[in-house]
């Protein structure tokens, strides 16, 4: 027969395994945290070392057109917001002291994804004046992926991952939310999404990279996805509705004049995807495939009505990458716009 001490009903065996698991326990979750520090120390660190390239530092936003993005150069600035003119996009950049995962902008005002790092990681977007102070800001429900706003700033667009870090992942869920002047925020998933005339009902909807059209109507375009099937979709703001438009358009980006969008384009498979980059001309429903052969996988912003800009991965150095343009002939080849950069916008 087994004896418990009188009580507690527990065996001395019993209560010298809890004892030793509570202390591996302890010993595990310190180590880790231990490790989680010294990551985080290492990580400043490189940040205030010399940076990689020029940058100038403590200005506000300069006069337009200029490029918004954010800076990847390792050193002092990395992950933080900066600036470039238009007319010298390889030139000194003005580095703020926000540090930003995405990035877009006006000529007042910039939205900026943040990842709090940590123990415990949260993640917020906010709103910075011209002098990189922030105005406001909310919290995010996922990791920062997209973020669109309004051409004269009064509505924005977030989109983040609350399941998968990729959208190459088949498991992949987003959360896009709208928010508008008075602070209110909206999901775009209570939107009524319809497809062929009728309301899609399904639960599983994903909706992610909103783009909004250039003459303030409330009208701006979506990717949304269901059931395997992926649409680009018009969205009004007004009405609350998401329209199917057309199949297998991802993450588009509408151009200065509002005449065409851009987007990914996957070529592969679920799980392995291949996105080119291709345009559609919303009046004729014309898709032009671009020559780019690497596979893109960002929100494309326009340059001008002739070109357009995306961010790819260094092949060489983790945790960089550089901006590229491509013009929208598609006998025309890429070429290297800013290096050590991410996630642009280009304000006029």
Known sequence: ???????????????????????????????????????YQRFEESRAAASSVEVAAGQPLPEVPFVLFRNTAGGQGYGNAATVPLSAPGGTRAVSGQACERVYGTAAMVVCLKSNRGLVTTYEAAVLNRDWQQERAWPVPGIPSRTRMSPDGSVIATTVFVSGHSYTQAGFSTATEITVPDGGTGNLEDFALIVNGERLLASDRNIWGVTFAPDQSGVFYATAASSGRIWLVRGSLTDKTLTAIRDNVECPSISPDGTRIAYKKNIGGPLTAHWNVAFLDLATGAETVLSEKRSVDDQIEWLDDQNLLYGLADEDTEGDSNIWKLPTDPASQPSLFIEHAWSPSVVR
């Open 1 to 39: 027969m087994n004896r418990t001490n009188a009580g507690t009903g527990t065996a001395p065996g019993g209560r010298l395994r809890w004892g030793i698991l509570l202390a591996v326990t302890a010993l595990v979750l310190a180590g880790a945290g231990i490790y989680a520090v010294g990551a």
